[in-house]
C-alpha cells in the first residue's frame, strides 16, 4: 500500500522541479511510511511513499521495465498478481523483484492501456509510457484506492492520493467549488468527479485517464451491465445453488485478502458482514488470527458483547477497547486527514479501531461493502414503502404531527426513524431513494444559503440535476427497483462516503484495509440477483443471511443492524460545546458571507437546549469552518 503523486508538462512546458514532487511525497507520508521514491525525467515526474506489505526488500517504487521505457508509481494490491506474473513470464517477460507493481508494468507493457481489464484488486496507478510520451492513469472499479488531479493553464499535469499533495504545487490555487459545498452540505459528502477545491477533480472509480502533449481524456473501462438479459430469474430450486455459488466467490474473495508478507487482521463489530470475514478467515486456515474491537462507555454504541461472541466461536486472538476519545483534539486531526469536508460521523470509531490495530497487524480485513451490494440499509425498506399508494401524500401529512410529539426516552429510536421518514417526503420523489440520505432540502437551503452563495450556484440545484447523479439517474431504467437503488449507492454513497471513511481514516495511522465485499466478481455476481433476493418483502439483505447461515450462529444473522458510530449529539452539546459556538459563531458566520447566521444560530440554540437533535446539520457547518481555517487562509 502506497500514496502515489506526480507531474507531466507538454513539450516546450514548465519543466518538472524535483524539490515540488519530494514535497508532494512528504505530504503523504502517512501512507507509506517505510520508503520514498521519485523518478523524474524529461516531460513527467512520479512519486511514491511505501507502506510494505509484499516483498519488503525489493518493491521500492517508481519501478520500470528492464529497458527502463515503462515506469509505475502503484498505490494499492493487485491480489492477482502471481497468476498475472505466470502468464507475462510465458510471454518472455523478465521480473526482477516479487511485487504487484513490477506484474503491473509488464502488464501495460504487453497488453497497452487495456492491461486494467486484467488486474484484480484494489489500486490507483500512474504509468509513464516513454516512447509514446504518454501518461497513462487508471482507478480501481470500485473506487477503493483515491486518485485526484488538477490540468493547469499551462497544460500540466499535477496528480496524488490526497488533496494535500496537489495543493502544495505552487501552480495550484486553492479555491471554493461552490456546486461541492452545496453537495457535501445536501449528502454529507462530494461525489466525483468533484472535488471542494475549484479545478481540482476526482478521477471516478473504473476510470482511465490518458495524459498527452498537455491535453486530458477520460474514460470508462467498467461499470455494471444492467437489462433484463444480465439478471436471471431464479426458483426456489435453484435457490440452494446459488447461495452455494456466493458462498463460494465471498470465501475466494477473502482467500486473494490473504496474501501478505507483513501480520494481519480483521475488525470485527459482531455484524454479519465482519463476522462472515471473520469466520471465512478462520475457514481458509488464516493464522494468528487476530480480530480487533472498540466500544464506548456509552451502551447505545457498544458492540462489543456481539464481537466477543464470534471472537470465542472462531477462536481468534481477539483484542478491544473501551475508547474515550479526545473528541476536540480527534475532529481536529481527523478533518486536516480527509483534506476535504467530509460528514460521516463514523470517521471516528474507524480511525480509532485503525489505531489500534496498528499496533499488532499492518493489513486488516473489513466488512464494508455488503450493505451497498446486498441491500442492508434502511433506506431501501423506506423507499419500498415510499412507492405504495398514498405513502407520499399521508407521510407528508403525518409530518407536522409527527414533527411537534416528543416520545419517551425508551421510543427515540423508532420515533426519530419515523421523523426521517416523513421529513423525507420534503424531498421530491426524483431523488430516488436519496431523499432518506439528504440533511438539507430545498426548503432549508433558502434559509440557510446566503445571496452570494446563491448567485454563485446559479441558483438552488435539483440534486438530480448535478453530475454524478443526473448520468446516473439515466441508467437506473436498466435494473429492477432495488438493483437500481443498490446500483446509485454503489457509484455515489459506497465510493465517495464508505471507501473515503476506510481509505483515510486506515491510512492515517499507516494500515493497509482490505474489502472483500467488493471484489468486483463478487459485485458483477450480485447484480445478476434480483433485487427480491436482497430486499425480500422488507427483509434486507435476504440472500447474504441466508448463505451465511452455515457459517455463522442465527443470532448474529437475526440480530438488528447497528451503525458504527459516536454519540455526536452528546459531544456537540458536551466536549465539542464551545468549538461549536466559537467556529459558528454569528460573527464568523457573517463575515464568511456563505450562510445566514440567524438560521445556524436557531440550530445551536435548539440543539443545545435539547429540543431538536441538528447534529447531522451543525457538524457538516462545523466540520466545513474548520477544514476552511485550516484549507483556505
Not at 491535453?215 to 426456489?236: F, Q, S
Not at 455459488?245 to 507483513?262: N, P, T
Not at 488464516?286 to 466461536?313: M, V, W
Not at 481468534?316 to 473501551?322: D, K, L, S, W
Amino acid at each position: 500500500m502506497c500514496g502515489i503523486c506526480g507531474i507531466a508538462a507538454r513539450p516546450g512546458g514548465p519543466p518538472v522541479i524535483p524539490e515540488i514532487l519530494t514535497s508532494m511525497c512528504r505530504t503523504i507520508v502517512h501512507r507509506g511510511p517505510d520508503d520514498e521514491g521519485t523518478h523524474v525525467e524529461a516531460g513527467v515526474g512520479l512519486g511514491t511513499r511505501r507502506l510494505s506489505i509484499i516483498d519488503l526488500e525489493g518493491g521500492h517504487q517508481p519501478l520500470a521495465n528492464e529497458g527502463l521505457t515503462i515506469w509505475a508509481a502503484h498505490n494499492g494490491e493487485v491480489y492477482n498478481f502471481p497468476e498475472l506474473r505466470k502468464d507475462l513470464e510465458a510471454r518472455g517477460h523478465v521480473f526482477r523483484t516479487r511485487t504487484d507493481t513490477e506484474a503491473v508494468v509488464h502488464a501495460y507493457e504487453e497488453w497497452g492501456e487495456e492491461f486494467v481489464g486484467r488486474l484484480r484488486g484494489m489500486f490507483a496507478t500512474a504509468i509513464w509510457d516513454r516512447p509514446k510520451r504518454k501518461l497513462v492513469i487508471v482507478r480501481d472499479r470500485l473506487g477503493i484506492k483515491p486518485l485526484y488531479y488538477v490540468l493547469l493553464g499551462d497544460g500540466t499535469l499535477v496528480f496524488g492520493s490526497e488533496l494535500k499533495a496537489i495543493i502544495v504545487h505552487p501552480g495550484v490555487k486553492r479555491e471554493l467549488e461552490p456546486r461541492a459545498l452545496d453537495l457535501f452540505l445536501t449528502i454529507e459528502y462530494i461525489p466525483a468527479p468533484w472535488s471542494i477545491f475549484k479545478g481540482i477533480h476526482k478521477l471516478p472509480a473504473g476510470h482511465i485517464l490518458t495524459y498527452k502533449d498537455g491535453a486530458i481524456e477520460i474514460r470508462k473501462y467498467w461499470d455494471i451491465e444492467g437489462g433484463k438479459d444480465k439478471t436471471r430469474p431464479v426458483t426456489a430450486r435453484e435457490l440452494p445453488g446459488v447461495m452455494d455459488e456466493l458462498y463460494a466467490l465471498i470465501k475466494e474473495s477473502v482467500r486473494l485478502r490473504l496474501i501478505s508478507d507483513v501480520p494481519l487482521g480483521a475488525f470485527l463489530s459482531g455484524g454479519i458482514d465482519s463476522s462472515s470475514i471473520v469466520g471465512l478467515m478462520r475457514e481458509l486456515g488464516a493464522s494468528p488470527l487476530k480480530t480487533f474491537s472498540i466500544g464506548f462507555k456509552d451502551q447505545s454504541y457498544n458492540e462489543l458483547e456481539h464481537a466477543r461472541r464470534i471472537a470465542q466461536r472462531f477462536e481468534t486472538e481477539h483484542e478491544e477497547q473501551i475508547i474515550e476519545p479526545k473528541a476536540l483534539e480527534l475532529t481536529e486531526t481527523l478533518v486536516r486527514h480527509l483534506d476535504e469536508p467530509f460528514g460521516d460521523f463514523s470517521i471516528f470509531p474507524t480511525y480509532l479501531i485503525s489505531k489500534m490495530a496498528r499496533a499488532h497487524v499492518t493489513v486488516i480485513l473489513s466488512g464494508d461493502g455488503g450493505d451497498e451490494i446486498f441491500g442492508g440499509y434502511e433506506h431501501y425498506q423506506a423507499q419500498k414503502l415510499a412507492r405504495l399508494p398514498l405513502a407520499a401524500p399521508l407521510g407528508r401529512a403525518a409530518g407536522t404531527f409527527v414533527r411537534k410529539l416528543r416520545p419517551s426516552a425508551q421510543k427515540k429510536g423508532t420515533w426519530n426513524k419515523l421523523r426521517r421518514y416523513v421529513q423525507a417526503f420534503d424531498n421530491p420523489s426524483t431523488m430516488r431513494h436519496l431523499r432518506w440520505m439528504m440533511f438539507l432540502a430545498e426548503k432549508d437551503k433558502k434559509k440557510l444559503y446566503s445571496d452570494g452563495l446563491v448567485r454563485e450556484l446559479g441558483g438552488i440545484p435539483d440534486l438530480a440535476d448535478v453530475e454524478p447523479f443526473a448520468s446516473l439517474y439515466g441508467r437506473l431504467g436498466n435494473f429492477d427497483r432495488t438493483n437500481g437503488e443498490l446500483y446509485l449507492d454503489l457509484k455515489t454513497y459506497l465510493v465517495d462516503d464508505i471507501l473515503v471513511k476506510v481509505d483515510r481514516m486506515s491510512m492515517a495511522p499507516s494500515i493497509e484495509a482490505r474489502v472483500p465485499l467488493i471484489d468486483h466478481k463478487l459485485v458483477e455476481f450480485a447484480f445478476t440477483l434480483p433485487g427480491n433476493l436482497k430486499l425480500h418483502g422488507l427483509e434486507t439483505k435476504w440472500i447474504f443471511k441466508k448463505t451465511m447461515e452455515r457459517l455463522l450462529p442465527r443470532e448474529t444473522i437475526c440480530r438488528k443492524k447497528e451503525g458504527f458510530s459516536i454519540p455526536i449529539k452528546h459531544w456537540l452539546r458536551t466536549d465539542l460545546r464551545d468549538m461549536l459556538l466559537d467556529r459558528l459563531s454569528e460573527k464568523r458566520i457573517r463575515e464568511a458571507g456563505l450562510f445566514e447566521p440567524a438560521p445556524v444560530q436557531a440550530m445551536i440554540k435548539a440543539h443545545l437546549d435539547g429540543k431538536e437533535n441538528f447534529s447531522h446539520q451543525l457538524w457538516a457547518l462545523l466540520v466545513f469552518e474548520i477544514w476552511k481555517e485550516n484549507y483556505l487562509k
